[in-house]
């Protein structure tokens, strides 16, 4: 299984829109109009529907669509002495639809990031395992593979206030390497219950190229490169030994307001593409912000790169001639054999989710199924 998996031709980030119902459900319960017990029923109802639906679309690979979560950070959640799951919340009360204020300008998205800053409180410890928990429940409703995502430990860094966690943290190194052995913990315990597709989502590595992500760095006393090589070290730890098909999801913001991240991949492709211990590169390549696919010869033999074509910002529909001819273009670069295709990212990375609706999300996704048929020959399942 690990193999097929590897070798998929599709794949989706894991994220979904959520259905109305869901939404108004964690409105009610974040004012204590709905009890927890009823917001997991809710949930358990609204992920019974959603994976229904992936198999009637033929998606090999499927996901509860995050919907458990208020936003996909809060994968890391349940764990002692961090607590991005208040900071969620409070966010979300703020703004139940997730939405930013003027969402039709452009916002820069690394601002958003900052207002997640955490203080470490205690050591980290696994509360309890959040996203084992989420694929327990999605594998028991289908014979097809179900895909866990977690987010990746240098994005969880990103997020860490270090100036607020000095006696608990008296530098960021530790915190890094607790990170990585609680993310450990959860993959083995992923592993052990006998998924075998995770996903670490890294919007982190675009900052090592976004010209004033690397200006914050240089200015807090900090080696970009350095800091890079201690970022890929780190996801190749947290599933170090395990038996799992790994991929490494790399995005530089979701939404059609928010530009997260720019630069291409190229300064940093060789080492990345290169170092990273994964057998699926998902790389976002739906704007001209990625750049060209020159980067894509980097990617070692044996590695599957997860071109990011189909947009989730907006709804308009992707043709299979347009997506077949960018297919040709990267094939000039990589073999056709060491692609794939996705979305670029998830279409609800928050529960707001993204511009567009339900129709044009599902008819995205069987675009890109039929353009692996035609390119393919098929998905890629066994």
Not at 58 to 80: A, C, H, K, M
Not at 283 to 303: H, I, N, Q, W
Not at 329 to 349: E, I, K, N, W
Request: a neutral charge; hydrophobic letters at 40%; glycine letters at 8%.
């Amino acid at each position: 299984m690990p193999a097929a998996l590897a070798r998929l031709r599709v794949d989706h980030i894991g994220s979904l829109l959520r259905p109305e119902a869901l939404k108004a459900a964690f409105r009610d319960n974040a004012v204590g109009k709905l009890s927890d017990a009823d917001l997991v029923r809710a949930q358990d109802d609204a992920i019974r529907a959603v994976v229904a639906s992936q198999e009637a679309h033929g998606l090999p690979v499927i996901t509860d669509g995050e919907y458990r979560r208020l936003n996909w950070q809060v994968s890391f959640s349940e764990v002692e002495g961090w607590d991005l799951s208040a900071v969620s919340r409070r966010a979300f009360l703020g703004s139940p639809d997730n939405r930013m204020p003027g969402e039709q300008a452009l916002t820069r998205g690394e601002d958003a990031v900052l207002t997640y800053r955490t203080p470490a409180t205690a050591t980290l410890r696994l509360a309890r395992n959040f996203p084992l928990f989420e694929y327990q429940f999605a594998q028991a409703l289908t014979t097809r593979p179900a895909k866990a995502m977690i987010m990746g430990p240098d994005r969880v860094v990103q997020m860490f206030d270090a100036p607020g966690s000095r006696a608990i943290y008296p530098d960021t190194g530790r915190f890094m390497a607790d990170v990585v052995r609680v993310q450990h913990e959860m993959a083995k315990g992923l592993a052990a219950a006998g998924c075998r597709y995770l996903q670490l989502d890294e919007p982190s590595y675009t900052g090592y190229v976004d010209p004033p992500t690397v200006e914050r760095m240089r200015a807090g006393g900090d080696d970009p490169i350095k800091l890079l090589d201690r970022a890929i070290a780190a996801t190749n730890a947290v599933t170090a030994g395990l038996d799992l098909t790994v991929g490494v999801h790399i995005c530089r913001g979701n939404r059609a307001s928010m530009w997260h991240r720019e630069g291409t991949y190229d300064a940093i492709a060789e080492k990345l593409f290169t170092g990273l211990a994964c057998d699926r590169l998902l790389l976002e390549y739906d704007s001209e912000r990625a750049g060209s696919f020159a980067p894509l010869r980097f990617v070692p033999k044996g590695k599957i790169a997860v071109l990011g074509l189909i947009t989730t910002k907006h709804g308009r529909v992707e043709t299979v001639d347009e997506l077949k001819r960018r297919i040709d273009d990267a094939s000039r670069h990589l073999p056709l054999d060491q692609l794939a295709l996705s979305p670029q990212c998830g279409f609800a990375s928050g529960i707001g989710g993204n511009l567009l609706s339900e129709d044009e999300q599902w008819r995205k996704l069987d675009v890109m199924l039929e353009t692996a048929r035609q390119v393919w020959g098929g998905t890629g399942a066994a």
